[in-house]
C-alpha cells in the first residue's frame, strides 16, 4: 500500500517567494497533520484537519502559513512571503481517527530551503 | 502540562550490545505512547505502540517497550543493536479521546560503533 506521499522532497528558493508544499495521505485516512521540524525546536504540529476541515492550527506560527484541503485526497501548505527562518523539513502525516488505535503515519517530508 | 521528556540528546552503544532509551511523559488521562525512528533524510516510521492491556509491547526490528504507569515511563530496548539501528528515536504522547494531537519528545539520536 503506498504511504504518505509528499512533494516536492526539497525545495530551494529565494526569500520573498511563494512556497506549496503537498501531501497526498494514506487512502482513507480522514485526518491529516502538517509539522515542522527544525533543530532547535524539534517537531511542531502546525495544523490538523478532520474530514477536511481544519480543527486546530494553533501551530501556525503566523499569517505567511496558509493550509488547505480541498478533498479526502490532497493538502497544501502555503508560504507567502516565504523568509529564511522558514527554512525546515516539513512532514505530513495521516490517520484513521475513528479507530483510536491508529498511530500516524509520516510521509518522507519536504526539505525546505529558503536563501 | 502535558509534556514528553527524552533526557538523553546522544547515545552511542557498539554493535551486538544491548540498548534502552529513556522516555517520560506527563500527560492528565490515560496516554496513548508511541515510539518512531527516523532515519537520515527519511519521514518517521513507527516502531510500536502502547494503548493498553499487557504493558511490554512488542515492535518491528526487534524492539520492545515497557509501560510504567507508576514511573511514568515508557522506554525502548533492543537486546542487541545492529548497525543500522543508527538513526534518532522520539517518543510521542497522544490523547486517548477528544484530541488526535500527538506531543513528540525532542528525540535521541543513536549513534552504533562497528
Known amino acids: 500500500d503506498a504511504g504518505v506521499i509528499q512533494s516536492p522532497r526539497h525545495e530551494v528558493t529565494e526569500m520573498g517567494q511563494e512556497v506549496t508544499l503537498r501531501c497526498k495521505p494514506i487512502s482513507g485516512h480522514n485526518s491529516l497533520f502538517w509539522y515542522r521540524q527544525t533543530m532547535m525546536r524539534g517537531l511542531e504540529l502546525l495544523i490538523y484537519?478532520?474530514?477536511?476541515?481544519?480543527?486546530?492550527d494553533s501551530g501556525m506560527p503566523e499569517d505567511r502559513f496558509s493550509a488547505k484541503m480541498p478533498n479526502a485526497s490532497f493538502s497544501t501548505l502555503k508560504i507567502q512571503p516565504s523568509e529564511p527562518r522558514d527554512s525546515a523539513v516539513y512532514f505530513c502525516?495521516?490517520?484513521?481517527?475513528?479507530?483510536?488505535?491508529?498511530?500516524?503515519?509520516f510521509g518522507d517530508g519536504t526539505r525546505l530551503s529558503i536563501l | 502540562a502535558q509534556s514528553v521528556t527524552q533526557p538523553d540528546i546522544h547515545i552511542t552503544v557498539s554493535e551486538g550490545a544491548s540498548l534502552e532509551l529513556r522516555c517520560n511523559y506527563s500527560?492528565?488521562?490515560?496516554?496513548?505512547l508511541f515510539w518512531y525512528v527516523q532515519s537520515p533524510g527519511q519521514g518517521l516510521q513507527l516502531l510500536l505502540k502502547?494503548?493498553?492491556?499487557?504493558?511490554l509491547v512488542q515492535g518491528i526490528k526487534g524492539f520492545e517497550a515497557e509501560f510504567k504507569r507508576s514511573q511514568s515511563s515508557f522506554n525502548l530496548r533492543k537486546p542487541s543493536v545492529h548497525w543500522s539501528d543508527a538513526a534518532e528515536y522520539f517518543c510521542a504522547v497522544g490523547g486517548s479521546s477528544g484530541t488526535y494531537k500527538y506531543i513528540f519528545g525532542t528525540g535521541t539520536r543513536l549513534k552504533v560503533l562497528a
Open positions: 500527560y492528565g488521562a490515560t496516554p496513548y
Open positions: 484537519f478532520n474530514n477536511n476541515v481544519p480543527i486546530d
Open positions: 502525516a495521516s490517520s484513521l481517527r475513528q479507530v483510536r488505535n491508529q498511530p500516524q503515519h
Open positions: 502502547y494503548f493498553s492491556g499487557d504493558t
